[in-house]
C-alpha cells in the first residue's frame, strides 16, 4: 500500500490511497444490491454480518452506523481520514454555513423568491467560496438553467455572465429574472455536450458550473483546459449519468491507477458516489422506504412470473401514487412492464412481506457500502482535479458548504498557472 503519510494537497498521492483501498476492499462496495439474497461477507465478516442481522432499517439509517460499523472493520476509520477535507474548507466560512452573513446583506430581499430554500444556500455558499474569481470580468455559467448562480454573480460583482442552457424554456425565464434584477446577464439556449458549446468560453475569465451532471462537468473542464480558460470553479454531481460504460479515468495519472490496482469501475459503482439522501426530510424519507419496500416486493412477482434471476428496473412513480396501497402500485408497474397483475390477497400480502424482508436486507447492505461512498466520491473529485493540474492549472479542492445543505459540497477551483498571481 502507498505511504499513509497525510499530505492534504498532494491530490495524486491521495487518490492512489482512495485507490488501494477502494481495489483492496471492492468485496465490501462493488456488488449489485438489489440482486443479493443474503449478506455476502458471512465467511470473511462473521461478526459484522451477525451484527446486521440485529439491526433494523432504523437502526441502520441513524447516524452512527458508520462508527459501529467500525468496530468490525478497522480501516473504515482511515478511509474515513482520508475524506476528510474539512480543515481547508473553501471560502472560510463558518460550519452552520449561515446565509445571512455580511456577504449578503445587500442583496434584495426579494431576489431568492422562488428559489428553494436550500438551493438558494447551496446557490449564496458556492458564491461565498468563488474566491479569486470573483474578481472576473466576464463569466460563463454553464448547464445554468433559470441561471439563479449567475444572476447572483452578477449582482454581487457587476461583471457580466453568460449563461448556457439548453431548454429554451429555461432560458426565458432566466432572462426575465436577469431584468427585472437589472444586471448584466445574457442566456444562450446550447446543448453543453455538442462539440460547439467550447465556443462560448472564448473571451470568458472564468467558468462556472454548480451541479452540472456527469458528462456536462467533465465537457466543461476538457473545454477549458482545451482553450485555457484563465478561472474555472465547478461543483460535480451525478458522476454516474455519463455515456462511458466502463469508467475509464479522465487524468493521465487515475488511469495508470486504475490498471495498477486492477480496479474497475461501471456506472452502477458510480452511483455509490451520489447515494447520501442526508438532506431529505422525515416525510420524504418514509415515502422513500415505502416506495422500496413496494418495488422489491413487486420485483418478486415480476421475477416468478419472467422467469427472471436480476432486478428488473422501473420508471420513476409519483410520490402520490405510493397512496393508493402496495396493489394499486403493482397494477401500476405491471402495466409500466407490459405485463398484467394477478394475484390474490392471500399472495399480494406475500409479496408486500417479502418486499420488507428485503428492504431489510437492502438496508443491511447499504449500511456497509456506504462506508466507501465519500471515498468514492472524493476518489472521482480528485480525478478532475489532477485532469486539470495536467492541464497547466493550479487547483484547489475542497468544501464550500456543509452536507446538511447538500452532500454533493466537494468544490474545484482551478487557475491556469499564466493567470496565478502571488497576492
Not at 11 to 34: P, V
Not at 203 to 221: E, Q, R, S
Request: proline share 3%; hydrophobic share 40%; net charge negative.
Amino acid at each position: 500500500m502507498p505511504n499513509n503519510a497525510r499530505d492534504d494537497f498532494n491530490y495524486a498521492h491521495r487518490l492512489e490511497q482512495l485507490t488501494y483501498l477502494l481495489s483492496e476492499h471492492k468485496a465490501l462496495w462493488q456488488f449489485a444490491t438489489f440482486n443479493q439474497s443474503d449478506l455476502p461477507w458471512r465467511e470473511n465478516y462473521p461478526e459484522l454480518c451477525d451484527w446486521l442481522d440485529s439491526q433494523s432499517v432504523t437502526d441502520l439509517l441513524s447516524d452512527d452506523t458508520q462508527a459501529r460499523i467500525g468496530q468490525f472493520l478497522p480501516f473504515v476509520s482511515q478511509i474515513v481520514a482520508l475524506t476528510q477535507l474539512d480543515d481547508f474548507t473553501l471560502g472560510g466560512l463558518t460550519p452552520s454555513m449561515e446565509k445571512d452573513t455580511a456577504e449578503f446583506t445587500s442583496v434584495p430581499v426579494h431576489f431568492s423568491h422562488g428559489i428553494g430554500g436550500r438551493k438558494w444556500q447551496q446557490i449564496s455558499a458556492f458564491f461565498a467560496a468563488l474566491g479569486p474569481a470573483k474578481k472576473a470580468e466576464n463569466y460563463l455559467e454553464w448547464c445554468a438553467g433559470m441561471g439563479h448562480l449567475g444572476r447572483l454573480v452578477a449582482l454581487k460583482t457587476s461583471s457580466s455572465v453568460h449563461s448556457l442552457e439548453w431548454q429554451q424554456a429555461l432560458c426565458d425565464k432566466g432572462r426575465t429574472l436577469a431584468q427585472k434584477a437589472n444586471v448584466q446577464q445574457g442566456f444562450v439556449c446550447d446543448d453543453a455536450l455538442a462539440a460547439q458549446s467550447a465556443t462560448h468560453l472564448t473571451g470568458k475569465d472564468c467558468a462556472i458550473a454548480l451541479h452540472a451532471c456527469g458528462d456536462l462537468h467533465t465537457a466543461l473542464l476538457r473545454a477549458a483546459g482545451k482553450v485555457k480558460t484563465p478561472q474555472v470553479v465547478i461543483s460535480p454531481c451525478c458522476y454516474h449519468l455519463t455515456q462511458d460504460a466502463r469508467y475509464v479515468g479522465l487524468s493521465q495519472f487515475c488511469q495508470a491507477n486504475l490498471i495498477q490496482y486492477g480496479l474497475e469501475l461501471d456506472k452502477d459503482d458510480l452511483k455509490l458516489a451520489v447515494k447520501q439522501v442526508a438532506t431529505a426530510g422525515a416525510r420524504e424519507q418514509d415515502l422513500r422506504e415505502l416506495e422500496l419496500t413496494y418495488r422489491l416486493g413487486f420485483d418478486t412477482w415480476l421475477r416468478e412470473t419472467l422467469n427472471a434471476d436480476n432486478y428488473i428496473p422501473l420508471p420513476s412513480v409519483k410520490k402520490s401514487q405510493l397512496n393508493q396501497g402496495f396493489e394499486a402500485f403493482c397494477h401500476w408497474a405491471a402495466e409500466q412492464k407490459n405485463q398484467l397483475f394477478n394475484a390474490t390477497d392471500e399472495q399480494i400480502a406475500q409479496f408486500l412481506a417479502i418486499g420488507k424482508q428485503r428492504r431489510t436486507l437492502l438496508a443491511r447492505l447499504e449500511a456497509v457500502r456506504s462506508c466507501f461512498r465519500r471515498a468514492m466520491e472524493l476518489w472521482l473529485v480528485l480525478d478532475r482535479a489532477l485532469f486539470m493540474q495536467e492541464q497547466g492549472y493550479q487547483v484547489e479542492v475542497g468544501l464550500f458548504c456543509a452536507a446538511q445543505i447538500t452532500p454533493r459540497n466537494y468544490m474545484l477551483r482551478a487557475v491556469f498557472e499564466k493567470y496565478v498571481t502571488t497576492e
